[in-house]
């Protein structure tokens, strides 16, 4: 089982939709999630941070963790075609080696 | 405030050759991170570095090793280049082991 893991999509929506990405870990003991955005050709860039059972909110993105679950998922309102790019799910994993760990991404196309 | 630098952006290197990557974090960051993106594994990490020590490595060879500078600058090197090191090398900054991580640019390496 991968550590995390991600829909790789295709993920299609039309303008002003709610797309909604999600992400699974398999360290119950995680206490660190981020969502990264990725263009094509470009590195990745960090748009949401969540380290509380719930819901945050910026902007248009809303990041949601539930923790017994062991999931986190990103809900992005009004999507615009600048939208389209590849959503990366990351998650610093505990124990003795504590480190970022990448899941493979979602690719959202928001169709205009 | 300057973000992550890397250098180069564009590298070709000959099969056997080695290569050394380079880093400028964002300032008064003291924690750098190396990842590999390829199309088929995705981001892999490779290692991280605090306060001139490495803290982890990822499950690479020995033929990729890295080190941090007084100043938190960090280089990668690889040695003896397979075609398979053909990647993009991404950076990323923290301000401490384990919180929010900002990426650089990347430099993309060809094995020929």
């Known amino acids: 089982q991968k550590e995390v893991e991600q829909n790789s999509g295709p993920l299609s929506v039309p303008e002003g939709a709610i797309a909604s990405l999600n992400c699974t870990y398999s360290?119950?003991?995680?206490?660190?999630f981020f969502w990264y955005r990725q263009y094509s050709g470009k590195s990745p860039e960090l748009i949401m941070s969540i380290y509380s059972n719930g819901d945050k909110e910026d902007g248009r993105f809303t990041a949601q963790l539930n923790k017994a679950s062991q999931y986190v998922s990103l809900l992005i309102r009004d999507s615009q075609p600048s939208d389209s790019a590849t959503y990366l799910c990351?998650?610093?994993?505990?124990?003795?080696?504590?480190?970022?760990?990448f899941g493979s991404g979602t690719q959202l196309t928001v169709l205009p | 405030k300057a973000g992550v630098t890397q250098t180069p952006r564009y590298l070709i290197k000959t099969r056997g050759q080695q290569v050394t990557l380079s880093c400028s974090p964002i300032?008064?960051?003291?924690?750098v991170s190396w990842y590999q993106q390829t199309p088929g594994q995705g981001l892999q990490f490779l290692f991280e570095y605090f306060s001139e020590t490495q803290r982890n490595k990822g499950n690479f060879p020995g033929r990729f090793s890295g080190r941090q500078f007084s100043n938190s600058r960090s280089e990668m090197n690889v040695s003896t280049l397979e075609l398979g090191d053909s990647a993009l090398y991404l950076c990323a900054s923290s301000f401490q082991l384990n919180t929010e991580a900002f990426f650089g640019q990347g430099t993309r390496l060809t094995v020929v």
């Open positions: 360290d119950r003991g995680s206490q660190s």
């Open positions: 300032s008064g960051h003291r924690s």
């Open positions: 990351a998650v610093i994993v505990s124990g003795s080696a504590r480190q970022l760990t």
